[in-house]
Nanobody, 122 residues
Framework: QVQLAESGGGLVQAGGSLRLSCAAS????????MGWFRQAPGKEREFVAT????????SYADSLKGRFAISRDNAKNTVFLQMDSLKAEDTAVYHC???????????????WGQGTQVTVSS
């Protein structure tokens, strides 16, 4: 009964910030790399960021570097996504995922949360 529960989404004006959280249960959190993906209506699921088990390695989609930051707190079984300088095109449902290693590919992840909506108004 692995569960990943995202929170922190909402409505924000362009240029604003949000911090998403993903709380994990039912797994040994520190054994998993974590990732964030997003999906806008009518579009393919898109890689956002990933972080290694201990947090030493991070990777981002090229288009998001400098605006988004992934982090984790293994003591709290939680991964975060800090989103700054938000743009209208960032509007999407954001999902967190757990897998064996950092990856750009959604197929490499084993568990997924249901997502949290981020809407950026222009």
């Amino acid at each position: 009964q692995v569960q990943l529960a995202e929170s922190g989404g909402g409505l924000v004006q362009a240029g604003g910030s949000l911090r998403l959280s993903c709380a994990a249960s039912g797994l040994t959190f520190s054994n998993y790399a974590m990732g964030w993906f997003r999906q806008a209506p009518g579009k393919e699921r898109e890689f956002v960021a990933t972080i290694s088990r201990g947090g030493a390695s991070k990777s981002y989609a090229d288009s998001l570097k400098g605006r988004f930051a992934i982090s984790r707190d293994n003591a709290k079984n939680t991964v975060f996504l800090q989103m700054d300088s938000l743009k209208a095109e960032d509007t999407a449902v954001y999902h967190c995922a757990a897998g064996p290693r950092t990856s750009w590919y959604h197929s490499q992840y084993n568990y997924w949360g249901q997502g949290t909506q981020v809407t950026v108004s222009s």
